[in-house]
């Protein structure tokens, strides 16, 4: 399986990552405390959460720590990764300064780190500097504050396809960090995406759906299921 590039669903809703699960093009799940709110999904019923997603055929699952300094991220860390075979779980951190310096601990143990959050190029390029698996930029919210999101993730992506880093999808060998963006509202977005050559896109389950039932190709589908059964 090529493994170039990664699809995550961006959900904490079970009922909605089992309309798309399993699925062969899909790599993993993104979760953020702001979907677990939503999905009324509460810290400790997470690891059971990103375990069911991995039964369900998701090959890396991602969580968010809940603490703004540097010892409580490690120890929030600390306290999922035991729960999952290596490489499984992805560590979410925001791109901060403190953020920076705990993921690059993380990262030293051998553990896959996404830094979120990212706002600007600079941060991109520290994040593969660092050795990050990840840096997660919002389209929709940077288009939201009056900048031109595109125009910002393309340069983020040169920055990132610049460096190569050990390990940074997880496996052995060496790779790219992956843009992964987020705040994916639509197909044309979607699309404008890959056209930019990022590595990974995390979406909600909703825009899943959109991408693989094209209803041109169902209703072809269709004819020719009612053409096979009028064979003799």
Known sequence: MNE????YLDSADLT?????????????VTTNPTLLLRAGVG???LPDLLKRCIELGA????????SSEVDGMLEDAHTLLPQFDSGQLVIKIPATRQGLDAGA???AQGVPVTWTAVYAPEQAHF???LGAAYAAPYLGRLDDSGVNGLALIAQMQSLVARRAVP???GASGTASTRLLVASVRSREAYLSLLGLGVG??????RLFAELLDHPATLAAENGFLADARALP
Not at 4 to 7: K, P, V
Not at 18 to 27: D, E, G, R, S
Not at 59 to 66: C, L, N, T
Not at 200 to 205: K, L, Q, R, Y
């Open 59 to 66: 090959r890396q699952v991602q969580a968010q720590v809940y």
């Open 16 to 28: 909605e990552l089992k309309a798309c699960l399993p699925h062969p093009v899909v790599h993993g």
């Open 127 to 129: 994040a593969a500097q």
């Open 200 to 205: 990974a896109i995390t979406i909600p389950p």
């Open 43 to 45: 810290r400790a019923a």
């Open 4 to 7: 170039d590039f990664h699809l």
């Open 105 to 107: 601990r993380l990262i």
């Open 167 to 169: 390990g940074a999808s």
